[in-house]
Protein backbone atom coordinates (compact mmCIF):
# COMPACT_ATOMS: atom_id res chain seq x y z
CA UNK A 1 0.00 0.00 0.00
CA UNK A 2 3.10 2.17 0.92
CA UNK A 3 4.72 2.14 -2.20
CA UNK A 4 1.27 2.18 -4.32
CA UNK A 5 0.71 5.73 -3.07
CA UNK A 6 4.20 6.71 -3.70
CA UNK A 7 3.92 5.38 -6.95
CA UNK A 8 0.97 7.44 -7.15
CA UNK A 9 2.10 10.87 -6.11
CA UNK A 10 4.87 10.22 -8.50
CA UNK A 11 2.85 9.90 -11.10
CA UNK A 12 0.41 12.83 -10.44
CA UNK A 13 3.52 15.26 -10.01
CA UNK A 14 5.51 13.89 -13.04
CA UNK A 15 2.85 13.09 -15.43
CA UNK A 16 5.05 12.85 -18.16
CA UNK A 17 6.12 9.49 -16.50
CA UNK A 18 2.64 7.88 -18.54
CA UNK A 19 2.25 10.01 -21.56
CA UNK A 20 5.82 11.31 -22.08
CA UNK A 21 4.13 15.06 -22.45
CA UNK A 22 6.87 17.10 -24.33
CA UNK A 23 7.61 20.63 -22.32
CA UNK A 24 6.49 23.89 -23.05
CA UNK A 25 4.58 26.48 -22.10
CA UNK A 26 1.73 25.64 -24.88
CA UNK A 27 -0.24 22.12 -24.57
CA UNK A 28 1.53 20.30 -26.94
CA UNK A 29 0.80 16.54 -28.25
CA UNK A 30 2.66 14.00 -26.19
CA UNK A 31 4.51 10.60 -27.16
CA UNK A 32 2.08 8.60 -29.69
CA UNK A 33 3.36 5.35 -28.97
CA UNK A 34 1.75 4.12 -25.25
CA UNK A 35 4.25 0.93 -24.65
CA UNK A 36 5.41 -1.90 -26.43
CA UNK A 37 5.10 -5.68 -26.18
CA UNK A 38 7.93 -7.37 -27.40
CA UNK A 39 9.26 -5.01 -29.46
CA UNK A 40 5.68 -3.61 -31.04
CA UNK A 41 5.08 -0.26 -30.48
CA UNK A 42 1.14 0.31 -29.11
CA UNK A 43 0.12 3.69 -29.93
CA UNK A 44 -2.94 5.64 -27.98
CA UNK A 45 -4.13 6.25 -31.68
CA UNK A 46 -5.04 2.44 -31.80
CA UNK A 47 -6.05 1.92 -28.07
CA UNK A 48 -8.35 5.35 -28.25
CA UNK A 49 -10.21 3.79 -31.52
CA UNK A 50 -10.71 0.47 -30.26
CA UNK A 51 -12.01 1.96 -27.13
CA UNK A 52 -14.32 4.00 -28.49
CA UNK A 53 -15.30 1.54 -30.93
CA UNK A 54 -16.05 -0.95 -27.26
CA UNK A 55 -17.52 1.62 -25.61
CA UNK A 56 -20.16 2.42 -28.25
CA UNK A 57 -21.37 -1.02 -28.56
CA UNK A 58 -21.73 -1.58 -24.96
CA UNK A 59 -24.10 1.71 -24.37
CA UNK A 60 -26.27 0.58 -28.01
CA UNK A 61 -26.86 -2.71 -26.20
CA UNK A 62 -27.84 -0.99 -22.83
CA UNK A 63 -30.18 1.07 -25.39
CA UNK A 64 -31.43 -1.55 -27.25
CA UNK A 65 -34.47 -1.99 -25.12
CA UNK A 66 -35.28 1.44 -25.89
CA UNK A 67 -35.68 0.44 -29.58
CA UNK A 68 -37.46 -2.84 -29.20
CA UNK A 69 -34.48 -4.70 -30.14
CA UNK A 70 -31.75 -7.01 -28.28
CA UNK A 71 -28.30 -7.21 -27.46
CA UNK A 72 -27.83 -9.72 -30.26
CA UNK A 73 -29.27 -7.44 -33.13
CA UNK A 74 -26.41 -4.83 -31.65
CA UNK A 75 -23.85 -7.48 -31.83
CA UNK A 76 -24.59 -8.57 -35.23
CA UNK A 77 -25.00 -5.47 -36.97
CA UNK A 78 -21.58 -4.21 -34.86
CA UNK A 79 -19.28 -7.20 -36.13
CA UNK A 80 -19.93 -6.37 -39.56
CA UNK A 81 -20.43 -2.52 -39.26
CA UNK A 82 -17.04 -1.94 -37.64
CA UNK A 83 -14.66 -3.92 -39.73
CA UNK A 84 -16.69 -2.22 -42.69
CA UNK A 85 -16.01 1.63 -41.01
CA UNK A 86 -12.10 1.20 -40.68
CA UNK A 87 -11.40 -0.46 -43.89
CA UNK A 88 -14.51 1.91 -45.53
CA UNK A 89 -12.12 5.10 -43.80
CA UNK A 90 -8.72 3.83 -44.81
CA UNK A 91 -10.19 3.18 -48.61
CA UNK A 92 -11.71 6.50 -48.71
CA UNK A 93 -8.64 8.46 -47.44
CA UNK A 94 -6.16 6.38 -49.70
CA UNK A 95 -8.29 7.17 -52.94
CA UNK A 96 -7.65 10.71 -52.24
CA UNK A 97 -3.88 11.08 -51.42
CA UNK A 98 -2.62 8.07 -53.41
CA UNK A 99 0.72 9.32 -53.95
CA UNK A 100 1.45 9.00 -50.57
CA UNK A 101 0.88 5.15 -50.45
CA UNK A 102 3.16 3.85 -53.23
CA UNK A 103 2.73 0.13 -51.92
CA UNK A 104 -0.38 -2.03 -50.69
CA UNK A 105 1.93 -2.45 -47.36
CA UNK A 106 1.83 1.52 -46.92
CA UNK A 107 -1.71 1.50 -47.94
CA UNK A 108 -3.13 -1.04 -45.16
CA UNK A 109 -0.80 0.41 -42.13
CA UNK A 110 -3.29 2.89 -40.19
CA UNK A 111 -0.92 2.84 -37.33
CA UNK A 112 -0.05 6.51 -38.37
CA UNK A 113 -3.69 7.23 -38.96
CA UNK A 114 -4.81 8.15 -42.05
CA UNK A 115 -8.57 7.15 -41.64
CA UNK A 116 -11.19 9.46 -43.51
CA UNK A 117 -14.63 9.64 -40.91
CA UNK A 118 -16.83 10.26 -44.30
CA UNK A 119 -15.77 6.98 -45.78
CA UNK A 120 -16.05 5.04 -42.44
CA UNK A 121 -19.82 6.34 -41.95
CA UNK A 122 -20.57 5.77 -45.64
CA UNK A 123 -19.01 1.77 -45.51
CA UNK A 124 -20.67 1.26 -42.00
CA UNK A 125 -24.28 2.73 -43.04
CA UNK A 126 -23.89 0.21 -45.72
CA UNK A 127 -23.01 -2.49 -43.75
CA UNK A 128 -26.06 -2.17 -40.76
CA UNK A 129 -28.26 -1.60 -44.51
CA UNK A 130 -27.14 -5.10 -44.97
CA UNK A 131 -27.33 -6.73 -41.77
CA UNK A 132 -30.57 -5.12 -41.28
CA UNK A 133 -32.29 -6.63 -44.73
CA UNK A 134 -30.76 -9.71 -44.01
CA UNK A 135 -32.01 -10.08 -40.56
CA UNK A 136 -35.29 -8.70 -41.27
CA UNK A 137 -35.30 -5.51 -38.99
CA UNK A 138 -35.69 -1.94 -39.35
CA UNK A 139 -32.71 -0.36 -40.75
CA UNK A 140 -34.03 3.19 -39.56
CA UNK A 141 -34.83 2.20 -36.34
CA UNK A 142 -31.28 0.58 -36.00
CA UNK A 143 -29.67 3.28 -36.99
CA UNK A 144 -31.48 5.84 -34.63
CA UNK A 145 -30.25 3.28 -31.77
CA UNK A 146 -26.97 3.44 -32.61
CA UNK A 147 -26.09 6.79 -34.09
CA UNK A 148 -25.73 8.44 -30.71
CA UNK A 149 -22.93 6.06 -29.82
CA UNK A 150 -21.28 6.38 -32.99
CA UNK A 151 -21.00 10.40 -31.86
CA UNK A 152 -19.56 9.37 -28.73
CA UNK A 153 -17.03 7.34 -30.65
CA UNK A 154 -16.00 10.15 -32.66
CA UNK A 155 -15.26 12.45 -29.49
CA UNK A 156 -12.99 9.78 -28.59
CA UNK A 157 -11.53 8.48 -31.22
CA UNK A 158 -10.56 12.51 -32.11
CA UNK A 159 -8.03 12.26 -29.64
CA UNK A 160 -6.27 9.72 -31.50
CA UNK A 161 -5.67 12.68 -33.95
CA UNK A 162 -4.06 15.20 -30.88
CA UNK A 163 -1.30 12.34 -30.14
CA UNK A 164 0.17 11.62 -33.73
CA UNK A 165 0.21 15.50 -34.20
CA UNK A 166 -2.51 15.45 -37.19
CA UNK A 167 -6.02 16.66 -37.64
CA UNK A 168 -4.98 20.21 -36.46
CA UNK A 169 -5.78 23.75 -38.15
CA UNK A 170 -3.94 26.62 -38.89
CA UNK A 171 -1.74 29.33 -36.76
CA UNK A 172 -3.68 30.86 -34.46
CA UNK A 173 -2.85 32.87 -31.23
CA UNK A 174 -5.61 31.89 -28.80
CA UNK A 175 -4.98 30.57 -25.65
CA UNK A 176 -6.14 27.18 -26.11
CA UNK A 177 -3.55 26.46 -29.41
CA UNK A 178 -1.27 23.43 -29.58
CA UNK A 179 2.15 23.30 -30.49
CA UNK A 180 2.61 21.46 -33.49
CA UNK A 181 6.21 21.33 -35.03
CA UNK A 182 7.10 24.43 -32.94
CA UNK A 183 3.75 26.12 -34.32
CA UNK A 184 0.79 26.70 -32.36
CA UNK A 185 -2.20 25.95 -34.48
CA UNK A 186 -5.91 25.26 -34.21
CA UNK A 187 -6.88 22.47 -31.92
CA UNK A 188 -9.69 21.60 -34.49
CA UNK A 189 -9.89 17.76 -33.30
CA UNK A 190 -10.51 19.44 -30.26
CA UNK A 191 -14.08 21.24 -31.52
CA UNK A 192 -14.64 18.17 -33.17
CA UNK A 193 -14.23 16.28 -30.12
CA UNK A 194 -16.39 18.55 -27.73
CA UNK A 195 -19.20 18.84 -30.31
CA UNK A 196 -19.40 15.25 -30.93
CA UNK A 197 -19.51 14.73 -27.15
CA UNK A 198 -22.35 17.19 -27.02
CA UNK A 199 -23.97 15.90 -30.22
CA UNK A 200 -23.96 12.21 -27.97
CA UNK A 201 -25.79 13.80 -24.98
CA UNK A 202 -28.25 15.21 -27.44
CA UNK A 203 -29.54 12.82 -29.55
CA UNK A 204 -29.57 10.29 -26.77
CA UNK A 205 -31.96 12.59 -25.13
CA UNK A 206 -33.95 13.22 -28.25
CA UNK A 207 -33.92 9.92 -28.93
CA UNK A 208 -35.18 9.00 -25.66
CA UNK A 209 -37.53 11.66 -25.07
CA UNK A 210 -38.46 13.54 -28.80
CA UNK A 211 -38.18 11.24 -31.60
CA UNK A 212 -41.45 10.60 -33.26
CA UNK A 213 -40.76 8.60 -36.55
CA UNK A 214 -38.04 6.10 -37.72
CA UNK A 215 -35.01 7.96 -39.17
CA UNK A 216 -35.15 11.10 -37.16
CA UNK A 217 -32.46 10.58 -34.78
CA UNK A 218 -29.93 10.15 -37.77
CA UNK A 219 -31.51 12.51 -40.01
CA UNK A 220 -30.52 15.05 -36.98
CA UNK A 221 -26.70 13.45 -36.69
CA UNK A 222 -26.67 14.21 -40.49
CA UNK A 223 -27.27 17.76 -40.25
CA UNK A 224 -25.93 18.87 -36.64
CA UNK A 225 -22.52 16.73 -37.26
CA UNK A 226 -22.52 18.71 -40.88
CA UNK A 227 -22.57 21.83 -40.01
CA UNK A 228 -19.82 21.24 -37.34
CA UNK A 229 -17.45 19.38 -39.49
CA UNK A 230 -18.54 22.12 -42.35
CA UNK A 231 -17.08 25.16 -39.99
CA UNK A 232 -14.46 23.01 -38.87
CA UNK A 233 -12.90 21.83 -41.85
CA UNK A 234 -12.36 25.33 -43.15
CA UNK A 235 -9.57 25.82 -40.60
CA UNK A 236 -7.88 22.34 -41.38
CA UNK A 237 -4.62 22.43 -43.46
CA UNK A 238 -4.79 19.08 -44.25
CA UNK A 239 -7.79 18.50 -46.19
CA UNK A 240 -8.67 16.23 -48.82
CA UNK A 241 -9.64 17.41 -51.86
CA UNK A 242 -12.25 17.84 -54.76
CA UNK A 243 -10.91 19.72 -57.42
CA UNK A 244 -10.19 23.35 -56.03
CA UNK A 245 -13.08 22.11 -53.06
CA UNK A 246 -12.48 21.23 -49.64
CA UNK A 247 -13.88 17.39 -49.77
CA UNK A 248 -15.51 16.99 -46.09
CA UNK A 249 -17.50 20.21 -46.92
CA UNK A 250 -18.61 19.08 -49.81
CA UNK A 251 -20.27 16.09 -48.60
CA UNK A 252 -21.47 17.82 -45.38
CA UNK A 253 -23.19 20.11 -47.83
CA UNK A 254 -24.72 17.12 -49.50
CA UNK A 255 -25.31 15.34 -46.28
CA UNK A 256 -27.19 18.11 -44.46
CA UNK A 257 -29.58 18.54 -47.67
CA UNK A 258 -30.27 14.50 -47.42
CA UNK A 259 -31.04 14.23 -43.90
CA UNK A 260 -33.07 17.12 -43.77
CA UNK A 261 -34.96 15.76 -46.83
CA UNK A 262 -34.99 12.45 -44.06
CA UNK A 263 -35.86 13.71 -41.47
CA UNK A 264 -39.42 15.41 -43.06
CA UNK A 265 -39.80 12.50 -44.76
CA UNK A 266 -39.72 10.31 -41.96
CA UNK A 267 -42.28 12.03 -40.07
CA UNK A 268 -45.02 12.06 -42.48
CA UNK A 269 -44.02 7.82 -43.76
CA UNK A 270 -42.44 5.74 -40.76
CA UNK A 271 -44.25 7.16 -37.76
CA UNK A 272 -43.34 5.34 -34.60
CA UNK A 273 -47.14 3.88 -34.79
CA UNK A 274 -46.03 1.74 -37.78
CA UNK A 275 -43.31 -0.66 -38.71
CA UNK A 276 -40.64 0.94 -41.30
Known sequence: MYLSTIYLEYVILNPSFILRIKKGDQMG????????????????????????????????????????????????????MLPAGVIGARIYYVLFNLSMYPTLRDAVNIRNGGLAIHGGLIFGLLAVFLVCRYRKISTLNMLDLIIPSVALAQSIGRWGNYFNGEAHGGPTDLPWGI?????????????????????????????????QAYGQTIALYGILYSIERFFVESLRTDSLMIGPFKQAQVISICAIIVSAVLYIYSKKHFPLTQQE
Open 29 to 80: HPDPIAFEIAGVEIRWYGILIASAMLIAVLISCRRAPQHDLSDDDVLDVALW
Open 179 to 211: LVDGVKVHPTFLYESIWCLLLFFFLSWWDRNKR
